[in-house]
C-alpha cells in the first residue's frame, strides 16, 4: 500500500459539498480532541469549498435511536447538505482527513480509528480482492465489508434511497416517524450486531459494493494514537518475515 496523503488539491475535481456533522454524546460533553478536530476541519473547509454544519446529541446514550434521528434531522432539517457525516465524540482526526472525504464525493466512504483497548486492533473487516483474495485496494482507498460509524460520511442520494426503503418508527417527540438505517441484531449463529455494522451489510446488500476506507488516517480514540495504514503495513511485514522464517527453517 503506498503512502499517499487525502486531501490533496490535485487529486480532486472542483466542486462544493456541504457536510451535517452528527456526534452522539453520551453524557453530553465531548472530548477536547473531538473539539480542537473539529474547530480545524471548520477553518479549513472555506478553503476547500465545504460548508460544515455540526450537531452534537446529549443523552445518547441509546447509539442507535441517536443515530437515526440525527437521519431524521439530515434529511428533514438540513437539505442544503450534500453529506451525512458521523463523527463520535472521542475521536480526534486530522482536518484533511475530513476535507478528503467530503471532497471525494464517494456515495459513502469512512476512516477507521483504533479501537480503545492494548493491543492495537481496528474495527473493520476489509474485502478480500474478487480474483486471488488478499487486500482490495482501488486508488488508494481500501475496500471494506464492515466499517465503524465513528468517522463515516454518506452521500445524500444513499440516505434518502436507504430511509425510503426502511422500517418508520414512531418515536416519541419527534414529529413523524424515524427512518430505522441503524440497528443491532443477533446474527444466525447468536453473535450480536452492532448499528454500524448492520448498516454496511444493508448498504452492500442493496448497492453491491464494499465501503471504501482511506487508510492512511491519523486518528486518536479515547487516548488510543493509531493508524490504519501503518498498522496493516505492519502485519503484511510481520506475516512475510514468518512465512521467510518458515522457508527457511524448512530448507536447513
Not at 51 to 70: H, P
Not at 84 to 91: S, T
Not at 196 to 225: E, L, N
Request: glycine content about 8%; some cysteine.
Amino acid at each position: 500500500m503506498s503512502d499517499k496523503r487525502l486531501g490533496d488539491k490535485k487529486r480532486v475535481a472542483p466542486g462544493k459539498w456541504y457536510a451535517y456533522v452528527a456526534t452522539p454524546a453520551y453524557d453530553g460533553k465531548v472530548d477536547t480532541g473531538y473539539s480542537q478536530a473539529l474547530a480545524e476541519a471548520a477553518f479549513c473547509c472555506p478553503l476547500y469549498q465545504v460548508g460544515l454544519t455540526a450537531s452534537v446529541m446529549g443523552n445518547g446514550a441509546f447509539i442507535e435511536l441517536a443515530r437515526n434521528i440525527f437521519v431524521k434531522m439530515f434529511l428533514e432539517q438540513h437539505k442544503e447538505a450534500t453529506h451525512l457525516f458521523f463523527i463520535d465524540a472521542d475521536v480526534q482526526f486530522p482536518a484533511s482527513s475530513f476535507i478528503g472525504l467530503m471532497r471525494a464525493n464517494l456515495p459513502i466512504c469512512a476512516g477507521v480509528y483504533p479501537r480503545r483497548q492494548t493491543p492495537e486492533d481496528y474495527p473493520a473487516k476489509w474485502a478480500p480482492h474478487p480474483t486471488g483474495g488478499g487486500l482490495w485496494v482501488e486508488d488508494d482507498w481500501l475496500m471494506c465489508e464492515r466499517v465503524p460509524t465513528g468517522f463515516l460520511c454518506i452521500r445524500r442520494d444513499v440516505i434518502e434511497e436507504m430511509a425510503a426503503e426502511a422500517k418508520q418508527v414512531p418515536i416519541k417527540g419527534q414529529e413523524g416517524p424515524v427512518p430505522w438505517l441503524f440497528y443491532t441484531k443477533f446474527d444466525d449463529e447468536g453473535r450480536f450486531v452492532g448499528e454500524d455494522f448492520t448498516f454496511c451489510d444493508d448498504y452492500i446488500k442493496k448497492y453491491g459494493k464494499p465501503i471504501p476506507v482511506w487508510p492512511d488516517i491519523d486518528f486518536v480514540h479515547g487516548g488510543f494514537k493509531g493508524n490504519y495504514h501503518t498498522y496493516l503495513n505492519r502485519l503484511i511485514e510481520e506475516q512475510e518475515a514468518s512465512a521467510k522464517a518458515t522457508d527457511t527453517s524448512a530448507a536447513a
